[in-house]
């Protein structure tokens, strides 16, 4: 509950923050697309301010532009006829995006961090340096290149943003019950622990599996080109076709299927020779 209530920063406060970030440091650049929205800045000032650190979930960090796009999308809200409780009336429904395996990728979870750093940042939360460690230790360990013989691979969206879940809550637990400040603890959970590490450690890759019928196998196999020829080829020698009568010297003479076996003794064909000859 505690992400979706509302979370206000008054004008003045607002147009002090990009003042006191770009004094602080110079170097920075600030545009729409790295700019924090309205609500996430908000969000992280009131956990400065009450000394009340928490993760914040990756579907709320957006962008100025992103948070723009997001409005100009929705439809435009038409009066209800039907009663409505006060519950409804007064429930904040924030835009939010969607995270998934499917529609992130690496350069998403770095957006994810990047606008999150920037937001404690401008509201010194704080320092800059401090909460940018944190993104490049995090993205250096799902970005290292892994040998294919290995068998493994890199964690996925879903599984980055369980890993930096609980990473936030260390850094809460250490701002809340020891009483550190949010500099100190992320660099206790940065550079001195290795949670990080363990969480987002290459996991094996899943294997292959076959059903039964998947199996190629003599009766289901079915070849194209060179293969089919071969199938047919073998089904002929399954059921062969009996030679009946062979030729020699003019005559015709009739063939048992034993003696196509190797089983007619040789007297008979010697004799059938004799004949032939004579």
Not at 88 to 108: E, K, T
Not at 171 to 177: C, E, K, R
Not at 179 to 202: A, K
Not at 205 to 227: L, V, W
Request: charged share 20%; proline share 5%.
């Amino acid at each position: 509950r505690r992400h979706t209530r509302s979370f206000h920063v008054t004008g003045v406060q607002t147009c002090a923050l990009p003042i006191s970030f770009f004094r602080d440091y110079p170097s920075e650049v600030l545009s729409p697309d790295t700019c924090p929205s309205g609500r996430l800045i908000a969000m992280a000032h009131s956990q400065v301010q009450k000394k009340d650190i928490a993760w914040i979930p990756w579907k709320y960090r957006l962008s100025q532009q992103r948070l723009e796009e997001i409005q100009m999308a929705r439809p435009s809200k038409v009066a209800k006829t039907e009663p409505t409780s006060l519950h409804q009336l007064i429930w904040d429904d924030p835009p939010s995006i969607d995270v998934s395996n499917a529609n992130m990728g690496f350069n998403g979870i770095r957006t994810m961090l990047e606008l999150v750093a920037t937001a404690y940042a401008l509201v010194q939360g704080c320092h800059f340096g401090r909460v940018k460690a944190y993104n490049l230790k995090f993205l250096g360990l799902i970005s290292t290149r892994l040998d294919a013989d290995l068998g493994l691979r890199h964690v996925n969206v879903l599984e980055a943003q369980a890993a930096d879940r609980m990473l936030w809550g260390i850094i809460a637990d250490l701002t809340t019950d020891k009483g550190w400040n949010l500099n100190d603890s992320l660099h206790e959970v940065t550079v001195l622990r290795s949670d990080m590490i363990g969480l987002l450690q290459p996991r094996p890759k899943a294997i292959q599996r076959y059903h039964n019928s998947d199996i190629p196998t003599a009766s289901n196999a079915k070849g194209k080109g060179r293969g089919k020829s071969k199938s047919k080829k073998g089904s002929s020698s399954a059921n062969p076709k009996w030679v009946s009568s062979i030729q020699m010297q003019g005559t015709t003479f009739s063939i048992c299927m034993r003696y196509q076996r190797s089983e007619e003794h040789t007297s008979e064909l010697q004799s059938r020779e004799t004949i032939s000859y004579a």
